[in-house]
């Protein structure tokens, strides 16, 4: 009928990855019961984590941090959350105001030690 060459399955598997390199948003409990290294895949597929902390956030950051920071991930604390990102998934907290920023501390990756200047 026509001369076009055009492999569908080829265009559909190309978006399927495509698609795939966004990630999800992935919730879950921080509590010490998820292996870390279930984590540091999670992120590195692309996904962003949303961790509800129950416990001391540095004890149960501390086996991952590292390792997401290596990656360039980003980690903040955000009202009882632990919010990790990917690399090239930055977390904007310009909207927060110093006011209402209580909470919203970055995770240092050494000893997964809270800061006071919202950045991971």
Aim: proline letters at 3%; aromatic letters at 6%; hydrophobic letters at 40%.
């Amino acid at each position: 009928m026509s001369d076009w060459d055009l492999d569908l399955r080829d265009a559909e598997a190309k978006m399927d990855e495509a698609f795939a390199s966004a990630g999800d948003v992935v919730l879950g409990v921080l509590d010490g019961t998820t292996d870390p290294e279930e984590w540091v895949r999670s992120v590195d597929y692309g996904n962003t984590l949303v961790l509800s902390i129950e416990g001391d956030l540095n004890e149960l950051a501390a086996p991952f941090a590292r390792d997401v920071k290596d990656m360039d991930g980003e980690l903040i604390h955000f009202r009882g959350f632990l919010v990790v990102t990917p690399p090239g998934v930055s977390i904007d907290t310009d909207r927060l105001s110093d006011a209402g920023s209580e909470g919203n501390e970055g995770v240092e990756a050494d000893d997964a030690a809270e800061t006071d200047d919202g950045e991971a």
